[in-house]
Each structure stands twice: as C-alpha cells, then as structure tokens.
C-alpha cells in the first residue's frame, strides 16, 4: 500500500478539521474537530465518523479550539482506544472545552427536546455527555514541542510552535523518508503572549491553513496604542464598555494587554468584571503553562507576579452576579461570553449598554455571518434582543489585531520559507473556497506545483 491523506473535515469550510494519513504499516488521524454550522446539518455530520478514523493507531492534536478537538468524545466514546497526542498546555485546555462543549450539547439537546415535545416530535440526544467528554480526556497523552516520537510503527512525530493559541502545535510526520508538515492553525507574529510561529525544517508535503488566504490585518504593533485610545476616551466620557468575548486566546491578550497599560501609567484603573466561567478557567491554564511564552511575556513575568493581572480582575459567577452587573458605575468594563453575540450572558449586558450613546461596544474577533456580532459591526440601527427591539446607540469600535490567525502576507512568508521545487505537494485547507483559491494562486507564482483544495473525503497519494 503506498503513503495517502484523505480529507474528512475543514475542506473548503474552516471547521470540522480531521485528516487520516495511512502509510503500509499504519495511520494516524490528526485533529476530530466539531463540524459548526446549522443545528440539525451539523449534528448529522457530527454523528457519522468515519471507519478510517475509528481504525487509526494513534491521533495528534494540534491545539485546543473546538473545532479542531472538540468532536474528540464522540469519536472515543465509538470506540477510538488509542493515545491521542498534544502540547501539555493544549492537554490543560482541552480539559476545560471539551466539558464546557459537552454541558453546551446537552442543554441544547434539552432546549430541541422541549420544541420537540410541543409538536409531537421524537426526542434527540446530544452529540456527547459530560460523562462521555470526561471519559475522553483519559486518552490525552502529552508531547513536549520538538521531541520526536514514534507514535505508531513507522510513523515519527514532532511537534513545533504554531504560535496561534497557548500549547498550539504544527505537526510534522515522517514516514518511509517523506516529511509531511500540517500546519494546523498558525498565529500571525507579534501577537501577545504566545510565541510567533516556528519555521519547520525541509518538509516535502504541505497541509496548510488558509482561513484569511486573501485578507491582510491591521499591524499588530498598532493594536495597544489603539487599545489605550480607545479605552481612555471611553473612560473620560464615563462609558460602560462591553466586550464580547472569546474564551481561549484574544480575551487573555486583551487583558494582557489591559493590565501592562495600567502598570504603565497609562491607562486609568477602572474595574474590569469578567462575565464568562470558560474564560477564568482558561485563563488559569494560560498562567500554568510561562513554557508557551514569548520573550517579551516572560520578561513581563519577572517583573509582575501576575501578568495576566488576575487582582483587576472580577469574577462573576452566578447568574444573579452576572444581573447584578446591569447596575454597576461606570466607567468600567464588562468582558462577556460569548464572543459573537448568540447567546450567552452577553446578550443581557447588551441590553443594559447598547441603549446609550456613552457606552461602547468593543469587538475584537470575526463575526461569522447571520450572527448577532456580525449585524453589531454592520452597525444596525436597532438590534434584536430576546424578541424585542432595542437602539443601538453606543460606540461600536472593532479591534481584530489580536486576531490569533495568520493573514495573507504571514501565509505567504511561510512558503517563501520553503524551495518550491523541493516541496511535491500542497494542500490547503481550513479556509472559506475564496480565500484557499486567492492563496493558492499566490503560492503558484512562487512557483510551487500541485496544489489542491481538497474536497470532504478526498484521497490523494503522496508521491
Ligand atoms: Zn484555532
């Protein structure tokens, strides 16, 4: 049997990630990540693993968001026995998603169930329980960035900083003398915190991301001073600020960043109430693991104890807490889940600050089409919230510089790394058809041939 790859997931779409590269003596799977999209369309594909998958002998994880990991407790509560491998950090986070993804399913199965009974419909059942995610995690193994392992006959694994989230790995294989490189998601350079992306050494096939192929983002180097302008103002006037928040990864660089402007002198103190339990837990793990840091982080650890700036912070807990914030002084500042305004306890602070023209609305992350975050940006006049209309008066202002993905001209860079005659093959993924083609022609005329955007469960040989 020759070395192949098939594609069964974050083909053409960015989620649902999950690739299966079978060489003669074995196969690995890499990522079992959770297909987004309409309820019912997703759970469908969800539900339906494929057998190759199932049959691997052993699975590597490049990092922790959940559609890259979080169909992991389907997959082993089928009966997927073998180690799945990750960064330490990536293990500690995952921890804490997957159950938050497992109480999500099961609440939303619940929520389908009550419709369903109304109308006589048979019940659903989630994707996975909280049981069934617990279970899981006992097949998580750690791998250490850049030692090798053989982690199935003939197949050696090494795992190199993709600098996109805490404990996010690219993942190079070897096998038969051929190097395979999977970038899985890889961060953009200068994002705070985490390290900028590692170059890996000589591979002959590229799996490459390509969710921003054809978009370029603002500097990086801007994003504080922005920052600071944007929160001083708002401070001034006496605004409540909302931000919207994701979880894992640009809610800690916000606060990162925050808490080093107010130890600078050069922001005001003003209370900052975090409204998100995922968020704490997340954060804690980001405090776990200073080995993930960048220099600049680790400088800043020696000389604060606390660089996530944990005794600014708030912590709302209980959902009377969470009501209580609508009467809180202003100015200061309310960090919410979740990220893209659907759903959450978000949507009750949006109702108590969206109304007033003081107040801002600080969006720092991409707002997936038909979501509420999205209509926000678009700056609606009025906004829908709970069945009822409400003015959106407040300042919308949108910081995507701690976008934790690549762009464009970080994707390009990458492959300007590489000799084109040296690299067989590429394969981009994980990217909307628009933005994979834009890069994939920008990468031909460096002169790199065999390109493919592969379709779901697409086989291709490597040659
Ligand atoms: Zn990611």
Not at 173 to 188: H, S
Not at 190 to 211: A, F, N, W
Not at 326 to 341: R, T
Request: proline share 6%; aromatic share 8%.
């Amino acid at each position: 049997m020759s070395l192949n790859l098939t594609f069964y997931g974050a083909a053409r779409t960015v989620t649902g990630s999950k690739f299966v590269l079978r060489a003669p003596r074995a196969s690995v799977l890499t990522e079992y990540g959770l297909f987004q999209g309409h309820r019912k369309k997703a759970f469908e594909i969800n539900s339906l693993i494929p057998q190759q998958a199932l049959e691997a002998d052993a699975m590597v994880l490049s990092h922790a968001h959940i559609d890259h990991s979080g169909n992991i407790p389907r997959l082993v509560a089928a009966g997927f026995n073998k180690p799945i491998y990750a960064t330490p950090a990536t293990i500690d986070l995952v921890k804490v998603m997957l159950i938050d993804s497992a109480e999500i399913q099961v609440r939303d199965a619940e929520y389908v169930n009550k419709k369903h009974a109304k109308k006589g419909i048979p019940p659903v059942e989630s994707l996975y329980t909280v049981e069934e995610a617990q279970a899981s995690l006992e097949s998580l193994k750690p791998a250490n960035y850049y030692d090798r392992h053989e982690i199935a006959p003939g197949i050696h694994a090494t795992l190199y900083d993709a600098g996109h989230i805490l404990g996010s790995a690219q993942v190079l294989y070897e096998v038969d003398g051929k190097r395979i490189l999977f970038t899985g998601d890889l961060g953009q350079p200068q994002l705070p915190i985490v390290r900028d992306p590692d170059r890996v050494p000589d591979p002959d096939v590229i799996i490459c991301e390509s969710t921003y192929g054809d978009r370029v983002h603002p500097p990086v180097e801007e994003a504080k001073e922005k920052l600071r302008k944007i929160l001083q103002q708002a401070y001034d006037r006496g605004a409540k600020i909302l931000v919207p928040a994701f979880s894992v990864g640009r809610t800690q660089a916000l606060v990162f960043v925050m808490h080093q402007l107010m130890n600078e002198g050069l922001l005001p103190q003003m209370p900052i109430w975090v409204d998100s339990p995922m968020s704490l837990e997340a954060t804690q793990v980001f405090r776990k693991h200073p080995e993930c840091f960048d220099e600049e982080t680790r400088e800043y650890l020696k000389r604060d104890e606390d660089p996530f700036g944990f005794y600014r912070l708030r912590y709302v807990k209980t959902v009377a807490e969470s009501k209580a914030l609508n009467d809180i002084k202003a100015p200061s500042m309310i960090i919410a889940s979740s990220g893209m305004c659907e759903g959450g306890r978000v949507v009750h602070h949006l109702k108590h600050t969206v109304g007033d023209e003081k107040n801002v609305v600080l969006i720092t992350g991409f707002q997936a089409p038909g979501t509420l975050g999205r209509r926000i940006v678009e700056g609606l006049d009025v906004v829908r919230l709970y069945g009822e209309e409400y003015p959106l008066n407040a300042e919308v202002e949108i910081l995507n510089e701690y976008s934790a993905h690549a762009d464009r001209n970080d994707l390009l860079d990458l492959f300007k790394g590489y000799d084109p005659g040296k690299v067989k093959q590429v394969f981009l993924v994980h990217g909307d058809v628009d933005q994979s083609r834009a890069l994939a022609e920008a990468v031909s005329d460096m002169g790199y041939k065999n390109i493919q955007i592969p379709e779901v469960e697409q086989t291709f040989e490597l040659r």
